[in-house]
Each structure stands twice: as C-alpha cells, then as structure tokens.
C-alpha cells in the first residue's frame, strides 16, 4: 500500500512534467510513447519485485497474437490467453503459493492489462474484420482500422499514468492523446465562432486534478477514520446477531458498507486525477461551456450515493470497467448478455468465493429491478408527491440491496458469506424471485438489441 500511493504521488508529478516538458509541441509521438513506456515498466519493478514478470509476459504474449492470428479470430484467442493468464495467476497467488491479499499482489495491474488487451483485439477485430453497418455507433467510433506497431502497443499497456490502478481507455482515445489530438477532437464538436471566440481555447485540466485531489484527500482521511472502526466481519458477530434486532443490523450493513467505500474513492480519484496531470481525459463542453475532465472517470459519487436504481448504481461504480464489460461482452453475447456478464466480471476480479456470491445475487437483483422498473414506475409519474415518494423508496431499496449483494465480496471466503446470508434470512434473494415469479419479463433479445444499435448507426450517418 505505501508503494502503491508513493508510486502514485510520484506518477502524479511526472504527469505533470510531462505535460509541461513533453508536450506535442515539444516531443514526437515516438519520445512520448518511450517515456510513458519506460516510466510504466519503473513503477512495476518498483512497486511489484520479480512479480513484475507476469505483466511483461502477458503483454508480449498478447502481442504475437495480435501479430499472427487470424482478423476474424484475434478477438477471441486474446480474450482467451489474456483471460486465462488472469485466472491462472489469481489460483497461484492465492491457493498454491497462499500470497493472498499482500503487498506483493500483482493481480491489479494484470487485470488493467487483461482490460486493455481485449479491448484493443475486440476493436482492432471491428475495424479489420467486420463490415461497418455489423457494427454499433460506438464499436464503429472506436474501431483500430490497423495494427499497431511495438512502441505504441507497449505504451498503450505499460504506461505510467494507468499501470497501477488503471483506468482502462479506448486505444484510439489514447493515441490521440499522444499525437496531440485528444483536445482538439472534442472541441471541434463545438461551434465556438457562435460562443464568441476566434480560435479554439486551450482548456487546462489544473482545476480538475486540484478538485480530484481534494477529493483524494477526503476520502484518505475517511478510510483513515472510518474504515478501520467499522470492519465488515462484525456484522456476523455472535454477540452482535443475538443482540442486535433485524432492522438495526440492516441499518449497521449500510454502515459498514459506506465505510468500505473510501478506499476505492481514493484510488480510482487519484488514478484519474494522474490521467488528467498529464493532459489525458478531456470529455468535452457542456451547454454552458464548462470543460469536463471525465472521460477516464472511475466513479460519480453523487450519482452512487442517490442511485435509486440497482442498474444506476452500478453504472456509476467503477465506470470503465462497466464499459469494458459491455464491449467485450454484453455488446457481443448472443444469449443472456446480462448473466454472462456478471459472470465475466467475477471471473475477472479473482477466484474468491465471495466474488461468485455477489455477482450471482447481482444477475437475481438486476432482473428483479428491471422487472419492477419496467411493471411499476409509471404508475408514479401522474404526480410530484407520487414521484419523490417513488425515488425516496427506491433509493432506499436500492442502498440496502447493495450492501446485501457486496458483503461476500469483502468477506471473501464462503462460511462468513453463508453466515451473514443466514443472519437476514436471505431476504433480497426470496424477494427477487417472487418478483421474477409474480411479474411478467419483458426481455430484451439479441435480435431487437441488433435492430437498435443498427438504427443508431443509420441516425449518426445522416447527421
């Protein structure tokens, strides 16, 4: 832990070294992408040992597949080794050799590069291999129409700003950024001749990384503070369960689960506000001309703290790796795009118990929410009173449902997870299929998710 924030720290001052010294204007793309690289691989070394190896080995692996595979296969055999390779390691690391969570755990920055590869071979797969209109909006947006040479696939792996804690970006989005085009792509989607101006203006991302960092602050002073006095294993407690009526260890979950938060909130605003330093995650103008520094955002706090829908939460929750999720796999799955990606996503984040239990009560909770959603909300529309009594019960829903569905992915192994869901008599889990039971299921097939995506392409072509 102390590497990883003195490696982040120090990441953060060469991204803005960077920024200032190895600007566009200053540096070529080849010294950019060298430095970035060589930084990357330091911080590795640094903060991992020899452990390091297995980053450099699945980086070089996945590099001669996207060399000698088939366009019409590359997808699929660097999901597989990639994959593979992940899962490999999280069994070594816990089960044969009993690292388990230490300081010497590698899996972080191999499951970033585990993202990245899929996400460079599904895209690369898009822009080889299949005809424009097979292909969304988006995967026509960020298809890879070529191969990209060493230098640029290592610094699209490797770099020093994502390498520790991601996030995960679009390999299109980031060669941009390294040629000097990743701003003034999104401000030319603007008419700034009628907002008054003569030439493009040069938004710095200083007011973004000072405000990602106060939040980093706060949120290091919470983790400090709160999650050390708050720990997870007390709600299974003896004592505690005997004394402690239903309703209150309710109340105490969501207490202990906010309390588990912080540490998530600092590492992921740090990683962005890294990203940033450096010039990288320009998002765009809004109507009111405001510059936006979220384009690799990990999180919107406010938005997971009001979620009043399970779906809204998890949208807002580790944001890239939703959308990694939804490229490699929702996006593309034939059948059951929901449950396969929940079982993706665990299978992605280790091989713990815990993680299987949350992401398969996820899948139950999802289809339940939708269901209700999809049955029920818009008999609370006619009114405001209606509305924000609506919102104010399904937040409340919406909070407790994912506490009960995240405690096993902290808890980890399978006895606490069986106690705890013992404890609340497995509540979410009967509700949510009486509701599966008792209201209809309007699924949404691959074939009508095709039909729209295809729609959305016709409508950006006509514009």
């Not at 330091?42 to 040992?49: E, L, N, Q």
């Not at 996945?62 to 994959?83: D, E, K, L, Q, T």
């Not at 008054?196 to 200083?206: N, Q, W």
């Not at 309390?259 to 990288?280: E, I, Q, S």
């Amino acid at each position: 832990q102390i590497n990883f924030v003195a490696c982040q720290l120090f990441a953060l001052l060469a991204a803005f070294w960077f920024r200032i010294y190895l600007s566009p204007s200053h540096a070529s793309s080849a010294v950019r992408h060298a430095f970035v690289t060589l930084f990357g691989i330091y911080f590795a070394v640094f903060c991992f040992g020899w452990y390091s190896i297995h980053l450099f080995v699945l980086v070089m692996m996945n590099y001669g597949i996207m060399n000698m595979a088939s366009i019409p296969n590359i997808h699929r055999y660097s999901f597989v080794v990639a994959m593979g390779y992940l899962t490999l390691c999280h069994i070594s690391r816990i089960y044969i050799f009993h690292y388990g969570i230490l300081t010497t755990d590698f899996s972080g920055p191999l499951m970033i590069i585990t993202q990245k590869i899929t996400t460079l071979a599904c895209q690369l797969h898009d822009g080889i291999g299949r005809q424009a209109e097979e292909l969304t909006a988006e995967q026509n947006r960020l298809a890879v129409k070529s191969r990209p040479s060493l230098l640029e696939y290592l610094s699209y792996l490797l770099n020093f700003m994502s390498i520790i804690a991601g996030p995960c970006s679009n390999y299109k989005d980031y060669i941009a950024f390294i040629e000097g085009r990743h701003v003034h792509m999104k401000l030319l989607e603007v008419n700034w001749k009628q907002k008054g101006y003569d030439r493009l203006p040069d938004p710095s991302p200083t007011g973004a990384v000072m405000y990602k960092l106060c939040i980093t602050l706060v949120s290091l002073i919470l983790f400090l503070t709160l999650t050390k006095n708050f720990p997870m294993a007390y709600i299974i407690d003896n004592e505690f369960l005997e004394k402690t009526p239903f309703l209150s260890r309710l109340g105490y979950l969501y207490v202990v689960t906010q309390a588990a938060k912080p540490k998530y909130y600092f590492a992921w605003t740090l990683a962005d506000a890294v990203n940033n330093a450096a010039g990288y995650g320009f998002s765009g103008v809004d109507e009111r001309g405001t510059f936006h520094w979220d384009l690799l955002s990990n999180l919107n706090i406010w938005n997971i703290e009001t979620a009043t829908s399970f779906k809204m939460y998890i949208e807002n929750w580790n944001i890239q790796t939703a959308a990694w999720l939804k490229r490699v796999c929702y996006d593309r799955a034939p059948w059951y795009p929901t449950a396969l990606t929940f079982i993706l996503s665990a299978l992605w984040h280790g091989i713990y118990p815990g993680y299987y239990f949350t992401f398969l009560t996820g899948i139950l909770i999802t289809l339940a929410a939708r269901a209700i959603r999809n049955n029920c909300r818009h008999y609370f529309l006619s009114s405001v009173p209606l509305k924000i009594a609506y919102d104010v019960a399904t937040w409340a829903v919406t909070q407790l449902a994912v506490c009960y569905t995240v405690a096993p992915f902290v808890m980890l192994a399978v006895e606490p997870t069986i106690k705890f869901y013992k404890s609340v008599y497995f509540h979410m889990h009967i509700l949510s299929i009486l509701v599966l039971l008792l209201l209809p299921i309007r699924p949404q097939t691959h074939s009508v998710r095709r039909a729209q995506n295809q729609a959305m392409l016709n409508s950006t072509k006509s514009k």
